[in-house]
Nanobody, 129 residues
Framework: QVQLVESGGGLAQPGGSLRLSCAASGFTFASYAMSWARQAPGKGLEWVSGIYSDGSEAYVADSVKGRFTISRDNAKNTLILQMNSLKPEDTALYYC??????????????????????WGHGTQVTVSS
């Protein structure tokens, strides 16, 4: 079955960096678009960044543009989120997610949370001095 396991979260100071990883198994990773989403305390789920199945295109939410970079290593079945210049408002539980369709390499699919059929358990990121 599909498994998505996030790691790399923790406590960072404002302006600091963290690198999140998502280890994927149970499906052909290289065939599916993937994304990161987050949920801050008391708020709804927010899409953060997504990437095409072959890594050729990537998108980020305006709230993290210029600070977060998504990438993937299809040989290692791994999704990465590099987070720089962290802000307290980045504090959230970060989830890795898999698009449900093999036709997921479009901006409309990637940026729509209902497109995703599998989610990890999340990794906590806390930004505080």
């Amino acid at each position: 079955q599909v498994q998505l396991v996030e790691s790399g979260g923790g406590l960072a100071q404002p302006g600091g960096s963290l690198r999140l990883s998502c280890a994927a198994s149970g499906f052909t990773f290289a065939s599916y678009a993937m994304s990161w989403a987050r949920q801050a305390p008391g708020k709804g789920l927010e899409w953060v960044s997504g990437i095409y199945s072959d890594g050729s295109e990537a998108y980020v939410a305006d709230s993290v543009k210029g600070r977060f970079t998504i990438s993937r290593d299809n040989a290692k079945n791994t999704l990465i989120l590099q987070m720089n210049s962290l802000k307290p408002e980045d504090t959230a539980l970060y989830y890795c997610a898999k698009v449900g369709s093999l036709e997921g390499d479009t901006i409309d699919v990637i940026t729509t949370l209902s497109s995703y059929d599998s989610w990890g358990h999340g990794t906590q990121v806390t930004v505080s001095s």
